[in-house]
């Protein structure tokens, strides 16, 4: 049975307060659940519906019903697990449409200064990027679903570093958590102090700007930092002082009234998309 307490940490764990009091975050689903784990995210507790086919079992985390599993050296099931009813579920989770399984997670901590692709925290801002790789900077994006998606964009693409400004939203918000669907456990997140970040990178720094160049004209390299701004302002003035290679992408029905704007998720798409058709290219031998 669900008790008073457990529901009532849960649902705090909606506000970023108690999420940094309590050095947890909440996950639901059995594909974010069970990509956690796998990952190595430590579950501090686990909430099964009754006749789920759900199991905690030594140091995999199964599910029977739907033949998914998570077993292996990555996977940490420790701490404890719960059978819960349908109703109790709902009252736990922030989805709509409750997904069999909710789980608490440790939020992790490491002052590793080259941080692998397995660390998931908010890295010091003494952090320096790598410039043989390609990474992503977003200046002060607001929107929980622009967060995830974007987070969920960089894993589909093959970018393994996002870095945030301090007043991005919380990459462990419930609804940034859920709109990642399991990309937050395959993405290093480091949150700092950007504008002193991109000081010290000696790499191109490429940014989406209205007065930047067609980016389908432009030579794109494998390395370098895409930053992506505000849903609204766009980038900081401060930030874009230091784009070194301004981008556009361009409309293409310019002699009517069309949209303003792009959604930042989506240009974050169509940016990472050509980044990486180009360097296809460009090494096959073909431009």
């Known amino acids: ?13 909606e506000l970023k307060k108690n999420r940094k009091k309590e050095g947890l975050f909440v996950a639901e689903g059995p594909k974010v659940v069970g990509d956690l784990l796998r990952a190595g995210y430590v579950p501090h507790s686990i909430f099964m519906v009754q006749g789920s086919g759900f199991m905690v079992q030594g140091s995999g985390f199964m599910v029977h019903g739907s033949g998914f599993k998570v077993q292996g050296s990555g996977a940490k099931v420790q701490g404890s697990s719960f059978l819960v009813t349908d109703d109790e ?3 736990l989770s922030f989805l709509q449409h409750p997904q069999e399984v909710l789980a608490l997670f440790e939020i992790p901590q ?5 941080p692998q692709p397995s660390d998931f925290s908010h890295q010091p801002s003494s952090l ?7 990474s992503l900077a977003l200046d002060g994006i607001q929107d929980p679903g ?3 998606t974007i987070i969920r964009i960089a894993d589909w693409f093959g970018i393994t570093t996002i870095y945030c400004s301090e007043d991005t939203a919380d990459c462990y918000n419930p609804k940034v958590v859920q709109a990642t669907m399991g990309s937050l456990a395959h993405i290093n997140i480091v949150y700092t102090d950007l504008e002193a970040l991109l000081r010290q990178y000696d790499g191109p720094i490429y940014g989406t700007l209205l007065d930047g160049q067609n980016i389908y004209q432009q030579e794109l ?10 849903e609204g302002n766009g980038i900081s003035p401060a930030i874009r002082q230091l784009v070194t290679h301004k981008l556009l992408i361009p409309n293409y029905n310019p002699s009517s009234e069309t949209a303003e704007s792009l959604n930042v998720a989506i240009a974050t798409a169509i940016t990472c998309a050509e980044f990486r058709r180009v360097t296809v290219i460009q ?5």
Do not use: D, H, Y
């Not at 049975?1 to 764990?13: E, I």
């Not at 490491?110 to 080259?114: E, F, G, K, P, R």
């Open 89 to 91: 579920l709902r009252k």
């Open 283 to 287: 090494s096959e031998g073909q431009v």
């Open 146 to 148: 622009n967060l995830g």
């Open 110 to 114: 490491t002052s590793a200064l080259n």
């Open 128 to 134: 320096s990027p790598q410039s043989s790789a390609l």
């Open 221 to 230: 390299s494998s390395e370098g930092i895409i930053v992506m701004g505000n």
């Open 1 to 13: 049975m669900l008790s008073k307490n457990q529901l009532k940490l849960v649902r705090s764990l």
